[in-house]
């Protein structure tokens, strides 16, 4: 793996540490076609400023101080719930703008 990795957190394993799924697409030989796979790890959470459901940058520890636990975070990227398109700029739900569902909301009410 590079040295920096962009993962999901998924639960906060112990004090100062996080879980994360690294999504990583796989080249299958035979069928000629990419599947998503993903892996696990662990990474140093020093501010606990992580929580599940943020997808956060990830930088490589040049020495290991804790058994299992090769990365730090570096920063937030996208906070649970405030997914910003960075196109658009625009605040999105899903594939959708919260402004479209707002329009929608008020034509059918």
Same mark, same amino acid.
């Given at each position: ?37 993903? %892996?696990? *790890? ?8 992580? &929580?599940?459901? =943020?997808?956060?940058? +990830?930088? $490589? ?23 910003? %398109?960075? *196109? ?8 959708? &703008?919260?402004? =479209?569902?707002?329009? +929608?909301? $008020?034509?059918?009410?």
């Amino acid at each position: 793996m590079s040295s920096l990795i962009l993962g999901k957190c998924i639960s906060t394993a112990r004090k100062n540490t996080i879980r994360l799924l690294i999504p990583q697409l796989k080249f299958d030989t035979f069928l000629n076609k990419h599947f998503r796979e993903n %892996d696990t *790890i662990l990474a140093h959470d020093q501010e606990n400023i992580c &929580n599940p459901g =943020d997808w956060v940058l +990830l930088r $490589k520890i040049d020495e290991q101080f804790r058994l299992g636990i090769d990365y730090k975070v570096e920063k937030i990227v996208y906070e649970s719930g405030n997914i910003i %398109d960075p *196109i658009t700029g625009k605040k999105t739900l899903g594939y959708d &703008n919260v402004d =479209d569902y707002q329009r +929608l909301s $008020k034509m059918f009410k």
